[in-house]
C-alpha cells in the first residue's frame, strides 16, 4: 500500500486491507486475533479501573483529613462552615465518581456483545475522568476562595467581615486566576500519562474488533 493510497482511506479500511493481507500469508485464525485483542482489552480495562480507584482513596484520604480538621474547628462556627463545604465537595465528588467507577467491569467482556461490552467499559472510564475535570473546574476557585477566608477566620477575623473585604476579595481573585488554570492542567496531565496510553490501545482495539466482525 502507498502513502497516497493510506492517506485515502480511513482507519478501519487500512486495517481491514492489512488484517487479510495478514491472515492470508500467515493463514492466522481471526477467531484467534479477535481472542487475542478481547483479552488485551480486558487487561487495559482492569488496568485502567485499577488506576481510577487510586483516585478514589485519594478522595477518601481528603475527606477524612477535612473532617479531622472539621472536628478541631468545633469551636470556631465560621470555621466549620468553610471546611464543612469543602467535606460536602469531596463527598460528593467521591459518590458520583464511585457510581460510574461502580459500572466498570472487564469480567463481563466475555458476553456474547463483546464489542458492545468494550465499548461501554471504554465510555464509563472516560465518562469518571470527564467528571473529574468538570468537578475540578467547577469546585477549584470556590475552594481557593475558602483557604484564603479559612486563613483570616484562623487569624481571628468573622467570616462576614474578611468576605467584605475588598482587599482580601482581590487577592482571592488574584489566586483563583493563576492556580485554577494550574491545578487545571496538572490534573490533565496527570491524567493523560497516567491513563492516555491504556485509552489509547483501547481505542485502537475497538477498531480492530469492529473490522473483523
Do not use: C
Not at 477518601?60 to 468545633?74: E, K, M, N, W
Request: proline share 2%; hydrophobic share 50%; net charge neutral.
Amino acid at each position: 500500500m502507498t502513502k497516497q493510497e493510506f492517506n485515502d482511506v480511513d482507519i478501519a479500511q487500512a486495517w481491514q486491507k492489512l488484517a487479510d493481507e495478514k491472515f492470508n500469508q500467515l493463514t492466522i485464525n481471526k477467531d484467534d486475533i479477535m481472542t487475542a485483542i478481547t483479552q488485551e482489552s480486558k487487561s487495559n480495562i482492569a488496568e485502567l479501573k485499577r488506576r481510577i480507584k487510586y483516585k478514589l482513596f485519594w478522595s477518601v484520604f481528603f475527606v477524612v483529613a477535612f473532617s479531622i480538621g472539621l472536628l478541631f474547628s468545633l469551636g470556631n462556627p465560621d470555621l466549620m462552615l468553610l471546611i464543612g463545604i469543602i467535606v460536602a465537595a469531596y463527598v460528593l465528588g467521591f459518590f458520583a465518581m464511585f457510581f460510574k467507577y461502580s459500572q466498570i467491569n472487564e469480567s463481563e467482556i466475555e458476553d456474547s456483545n463483546l464489542l458492545k461490552s468494550v465499548k461501554n467499559n471504554a465510555r464509563l472510564i472516560k465518562s469518571v475522568l470527564n467528571f473529574e475535570k468538570a468537578w475540578g473546574a467547577i469546585v477549584f476557585i470556590p475552594i481557593i476562595f475558602i483557604s484564603i477566608f479559612g486563613g483570616m477566620v484562623i487569624k481571628g477575623y468573622p467570616l462576614v467581615e474578611s468576605i467584605n473585604d475588598p482587599k482580601i476579595l482581590t487577592i482571592g481573585i488574584i489566586a483563583a486566576t493563576v492556580i485554577t488554570p494550574l491545578l487545571l492542567w496538572s490534573t490533565h496531565k496527570m491524567n493523560k500519562y497516567a491513563f492516555g496510553d491504556l485509552i489509547k490501545k483501547l481505542e485502537e482495539n475497538i477498531v480492530k474488533m469492529e473490522t473483523l466482525q
